[in-house]
């Protein structure tokens, strides 16, 4: 789904924006849109129908949602027998089902044939950043989930005050599925265990890596596009007291380049959403 920026969009003009490579239930939530319902409860519509099954099977059949998908489903959303719902299993299978037996704490469906449905941006992005609070967090993995970030990379740099807990980072995976069902993204986002910031300099691969640091002599988003499509980018956002600059010379010695932002100082995860939306469009 593309982003809709700027100011009030008619629902004529957001479904014209809506571009989705295979017909599903998304045509469900199209409907309400062309029969004058709001965006969000397009959308809402959409998220009641669709399901994270991990062990999805690609020929279709018998299957049964997670326990913690049934009761969301069963007891947040009503489910019923007979309801038809879009199943996908977080690497690019989705398929339809039917809701045939319903528990209390088990939702067992008959499912179609599995297809690949491919909605990943044509770059692979994979950010290093040094996360900010929980709640901010949690903010920033849904939208680069949303945006088709493929990889984060949790950093612990030398002013990260507290590293992400474990407790934390399964929080984060659950964000990561919500954003999916909503967004209609097939792929979950993969969250790497933490590493030092020379680590993730010295281990990441991409063809054009960068680093986000206030210089002068760094390149500015717009002279990042000009200079040309690269198919994977790793990306390296500090913590909120910046780099070092012993960091940073690590970064520049592993082939980082440095971008500037602008006049501006951003947060962690506005910096690392504005960056991923320049490079996904």
């Given at each position: 789904?593309?982003?809709?920026?700027?100011?009030?969009?008619?629902?004529?003009?957001?479904?014209?924006?809506?571009?989705?490579?295979?017909?599903?239930?998304?045509?469900?939530?199209?409907?309400?849109?062309?029969?004058?319902?709001?965006?969000?409860?397009?959308?809402?519509?959409?998220?009641?129908?669709?399901?994270?099954?991990?062990?999805?099977?690609?020929?279709?059949?018998?299957?049964?949602?997670?326990?913690?998908?049934?009761?969301?489903?069963?007891?947040?959303?009503?489910?019923?027998?007979?309801?038809?719902?879009?199943?996908?299993?977080?690497?690019?299978?989705?398929?339809?089902?039917?809701?045939?037996?319903?528990?209390?704490?088990?939702?067992?469906?008959?499912?179609?044939?599995?297809?690949?449905?491919?909605?990943?941006?044509?770059?692979?992005?994979?950010?290093?950043?040094?996360?900010?609070?929980?709640?901010?967090?949690?903010?920033?993995?849904?939208?680069?989930?949303?945006?088709?970030?493929?990889?984060?990379?949790?950093?612990i740099a030398e002013r990260t005050q507290r590293g992400p807990t474990e407790?934390?980072?399964?929080?984060?995976?659950?964000?990561?599925?919500?954003?999916?069902?909503?967004?209609?993204?097939?792929?979950?986002?993969?969250?790497?265990?933490?590493?030092?910031?020379?680590?993730?300099?010295?281990?990441?691969?991409?063809?054009?890596?960068?680093?986000?640091?206030?210089?002068?002599?760094?390149?500015?988003?717009?002279?990042?596009?000009?200079?040309?499509?690269?198919?994977?980018?790793?990306?390296?956002?500090?913590?909120?007291?910046?780099?070092?600059?012993?960091?940073?010379?690590?970064?520049?010695?592993?082939?980082?380049?440095?971008?500037?932002?602008?006049?501006?100082?951003?947060?962690?995860?506005?910096?690392?959403?504005?960056?991923?939306?320049?490079?996904?469009?």
């Amino acid at each position: 789904m593309k982003h809709i920026a700027g100011g009030k969009k008619s629902s004529r003009e957001i479904v014209t924006r809506i571009n989705y490579p295979a017909r599903s239930l998304y045509d469900d939530g199209l409907a309400d849109l062309k029969s004058g319902n709001s965006y969000a409860q397009a959308f809402h519509t959409i998220m009641t129908k669709r399901y994270f099954v991990p062990d999805l099977p690609n020929a279709g059949g018998p299957v049964s949602l997670p326990s913690f998908e049934a009761q969301h489903a069963i007891r947040v959303m009503r489910i019923k027998v007979d309801d038809t719902v879009e199943l996908f299993n977080g690497s690019g299978l989705q398929t339809e089902a039917k809701v045939v037996q319903l528990g209390r704490n088990e939702c067992v469906c008959l499912a179609e044939a599995g297809q690949i449905i491919d909605r990943e941006p044509s770059a692979n992005l994979h950010l290093g950043i040094a996360l900010p609070k929980p709640d901010r967090a949690k903010e920033l993995i849904e939208r680069l989930t949303e945006l088709g970030v493929q990889r984060v990379t949790p950093i612990i740099a030398e002013r990260t005050q507290r590293g992400p807990t474990e407790s934390i980072l399964e929080k984060l995976s659950k964000v990561v599925i919500e954003a999916c069902k909503q967004s209609g993204r097939n792929h979950l986002l993969q969250i790497s265990p933490p590493a030092t910031a020379e680590q993730y300099f010295r281990e990441v691969s991409a063809e054009k890596k960068i680093i986000a640091h206030p210089c002068e002599q760094g390149i500015t988003p717009k002279e990042l596009i000009r200079s040309g499509k690269h198919e994977s980018y790793a990306i390296a956002i500090g913590p909120e007291g910046g780099w070092t600059d012993f960091e940073y010379q690590q970064a520049v010695e592993r082939d980082f380049e440095s971008i500037n932002l602008g006049k501006r100082i951003y947060r962690i995860e506005t910096a690392a959403v504005a960056l991923a939306s320049v490079l996904v469009s």
